[in-house]
């Protein structure tokens, strides 16, 4: 299939997406307002907006041919568009926007024992980490990275081991209405360090390789006057500044969380007639 109408057939689909999305939203919206704001829709189509650009814009093109924008494609994909949309709380919208005729089944196979097994398994923070952690090492090393280049067929499968497991990692972080962990919150925050630390040890060995370490990207025509090994260097900073700082913005964000929580309880402890007075009165 050409190139441009790989780009178009994506995104149909993730037009098509938007739509069932923002056709559950807008049910949602009626009845529970508070929790599906306008927010949770922009948070959702933006996340669809990253997809669109990492992988049906010219971006799609330069990576063939220079590291550093392959690597923006990555961080696009695994580090932006899977919080954006956990953030709309996509289960629900994406369920009631289906129509009905295919509505009912998938929730009868999310019901069943097999589908509660299954999600389980998947959703598990253990599995999400794991799985994460695989595809980014696997993926990286020279073989199955110089495939993916040479292949469009294994590109794609790239992309898409990148995403989910992508999107499993960020699940419990994010933890978007209906969804619910079996580990504390406050292990979220050494879940997202250990992360930076196998992203950070990977973006030092492309920052500071004395070689190239995809020999591919010497061989191919260049996009631009920058060599091979300092494209190499830029895309082990690509990764290792906006993937570190994406880390640990989660990271703070809920320390900050559990701070405000343990504080509320405190308080709750401290003064409970107040505090019961309070939610009656609300």
Same mark, same amino acid.
């Given at each position: 299939?050409?190139?441009?109408?790989?780009?178009?057939?994506?995104?149909?689909?993730?037009?098509?997406? +938007?739509?069932?999305?923002?056709?559950?939203?807008?049910?949602?919206?009626?009845?529970?307002?508070?929790?599906?704001?306008? +927010?949770?829709?922009?948070?959702?189509?933006?996340?669809?907006?990253?997809?669109?650009?990492?992988?049906?814009?010219?971006?799609?093109?330069?990576?063939?041919?220079?590291?550093?924008?392959?690597?923006?494609?990555?961080?696009?994909?695994?580090?932006?568009?899977?919080?954006?949309?956990?953030?709309?709380?996509?289960?629900?919208?994406?369920?009631?926007?289906?129509?009905?005729?295919?509505?009912?089944?998938?929730?009868?196979?999310?019901?069943?024992?097999?589908?509660?097994?299954?999600? $389980?398994?998947?959703?598990?923070?253990?599995?999400?980490?794991?799985?994460?952690?695989?595809?980014?090492?696997?993926?990286?090393?020279?073989?199955?990275?110089?495939?993916?280049?040479?292949?469009?067929?294994?590109?794609?499968?790239?992309?898409?081991?990148?995403?989910?497991?992508?999107?499993?990692?960020?699940?419990?972080?994010?933890?978007?209405?209906?969804?619910?962990?079996?580990?504390?919150?406050?292990?979220?925050?050494?879940?997202?360090?250990?992360? $930076?630390?196998?992203?950070?040890?990977?973006?030092?060995?492309?920052?500071?390789?004395?070689?190239?370490?995809?020999?591919?990207?010497?061989?191919?025509?260049?996009?631009?006057?920058?060599?091979?090994? $300092?494209?190499?260097?830029?895309?082990?900073?690509?990764?290792?500044?906006? +993937?570190?700082?994406?880390?640990?913005?989660?990271?703070?964000?809920?320390?900050?969380?559990?701070?405000?929580?343990?504080?509320?309880?405190?308080?709750?402890?401290?003064?409970?007639?107040?505090?019961?007075?309070?939610?009656?009165?609300?």
């Amino acid at each position: 299939m050409p190139h441009g109408a790989e780009a178009w057939s994506m995104l149909a689909a993730l037009l098509v997406t +938007g739509a069932i999305y923002a056709r559950g939203w807008r049910i949602l919206a009626r009845r529970t307002p508070l929790r599906f704001g306008e +927010g949770r829709l922009a948070a959702f189509l933006g996340g669809l907006g990253v997809i669109a650009f990492a992988l049906a814009s010219p971006l799609d093109a330069l990576a063939g041919r220079r590291l550093s924008a392959h690597m923006t494609q990555h961080q696009l994909l695994m580090m932006l568009a899977p919080p954006l949309l956990w953030l709309g709380a996509p289960v629900a919208p994406m369920l009631l926007g289906l129509p009905r005729a295919l509505r009912r089944p998938v929730a009868a196979g999310l019901a069943s024992r097999v589908g509660r097994t299954t999600a $389980d398994v998947i959703a598990h923070p253990a599995f999400g980490w794991i799985s994460f952690a695989v595809a980014f090492w696997a993926w990286h090393t020279p073989r199955l990275y110089e495939l993916a280049l040479r292949s469009h067929a294994w590109h794609h499968l790239e992309h898409a081991c990148f995403f989910a497991t992508a999107m499993l990692f960020w699940r419990p972080v994010i933890l978007a209405w209906p969804a619910r962990s079996p580990w504390p919150r406050w292990t979220m925050i050494p879940y997202l360090l250990l992360a $930076d630390l196998q992203n950070t040890v990977l973006a030092a060995i492309l920052t500071f390789a004395d070689r190239v370490i995809y020999p591919v990207y010497a061989t191919i025509p260049r996009a631009g006057a920058i060599a091979a090994h $300092d494209d190499q260097s830029v895309a082990g900073v690509i990764m290792w500044v906006p +993937g570190s700082l994406v880390f640990l913005f989660a990271a703070v964000w809920l320390a900050m969380e559990s701070m405000n929580a343990r504080g509320g309880a405190q308080v709750a402890s401290l003064c409970p007639g107040e505090t019961s007075t309070g939610r009656a009165a609300s």
